[in-house]
């Protein structure tokens, strides 16, 4: 068994710290090249003492120059050009693992760079998706899903063809707050809102979960991985979290895929890839199943599945415009500086006022993502609690 050489972007977060579990529990599979994070200079620095990457990226400058001190063997790169001289670094894959529209830059180098990515971190994907795609098509490479839904997708889809596909069943556990009215939501806090039910996460994406915009974030995101129209992409509501996705084909046939919810089974599927091999994730026991259940979403409570959807119909650069103001929104939120359902209403807001730019170019796509930014600012101070 050939080792692969693999860095990881944000490798201190929710899905690189899995990452680093499914290299651990594979002795002699992977070597671990590069690592890199933000600021958590403890966990980062125990990580290269066990990993003994060539390089480790700090995006802080204060936390470079601690790390650097306590770690002279490792190569120690800051800033934003260090996290690009990080997915520059020649690897078989490189894992996309920080939070937000910071991971696009690098995701793109890292493609040019003419290294397989498996795709965590979603939000380039729905900022620039189509770029991402052509440009990993003309380097020859391999865009690799790790997102649990669209993991299952990918699986549904191997052995069969994308004109034979009638639509995709997207799965959402519906968050911690699903069935309960809008009128319940307007008080729920940062710490109950990052409370998933199902799976364990970073505090973005739990967010997202809640509110339901992670759901139509993956709607963006399966269109550009899997070549979808919206039309073919159906949000059903699984809280028990068993099915990740499924896929409904011309003849009548559903593909579904199965599993517990672990993030260690799509990292190592992705990371693996095109093999597959024994993975360090808990088994389910498919007799212990009493019910699996299958509803259509409440878009009225949970608005944002509906605002990203006009976003994805929209295309070109509207998108991006509809991350910046999510990721803007959520971090007024989680600073409890905006309520639950001013989530939406910001993102509402900067959809209908922000311009968006008509072309659609990586600088349209940064442009756009700024202006919604500015915009977004602009409306949560309007909100303020
Ligand atoms: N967690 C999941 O189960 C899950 C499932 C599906 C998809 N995803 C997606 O995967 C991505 C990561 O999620 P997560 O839950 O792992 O997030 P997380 O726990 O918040 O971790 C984010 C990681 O990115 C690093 N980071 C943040 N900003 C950075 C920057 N400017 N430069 C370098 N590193 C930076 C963080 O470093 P510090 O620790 O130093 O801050 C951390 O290592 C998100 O896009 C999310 O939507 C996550």
Known sequence: MTRRRISILGSTGSIGRNALEVVRRNPGRFSVAVLASRSNVSLLREQIAEFQPELAAVYDDAAAAELRAATPGCEVVAGAAGLEEAAAKKVDTSLCAVVGAVGLKPMLTAINAGNRVAVANKEPLVMAGAHIMEQARGKNVEVLPVDSEHSAIFQCLRGNQSKDVERVHLTASGGPFYGRPPEELRHITPEQAMRHPTWDMGAKVSVDSATLMNKGLEIIEALCLFGLRSTQIEVV?????????????????????????????????????????????????????????????????????????EAAEQGGCAPAVLNGANEEAVEAFCAGRIGFLDIAAVVENVLATCPIPREYTIDAVLEADHEARINAAATIKTLEQ
């Open 237 to 309: 509501i699984h809280p028990q979290s068993v099915v990740h996705s499924m896929v409904a084909f011309c003849d009548g046939s559903i593909i579904a895929q199965l599993g517990v919810t672990d993030m260690k089974a799509p990292i190592a599927f992705a990371l693996n890839w095109p093999e597959r091999l024994p993975a360090p994730a808990m088994r389910l026991d498919v007799t212990s199943l009493s019910e699996l259940t299958f509803d259509r979403p409440d878009e009225k409570s949970f608005p944002c599945l509906a605002l990203a959807r």
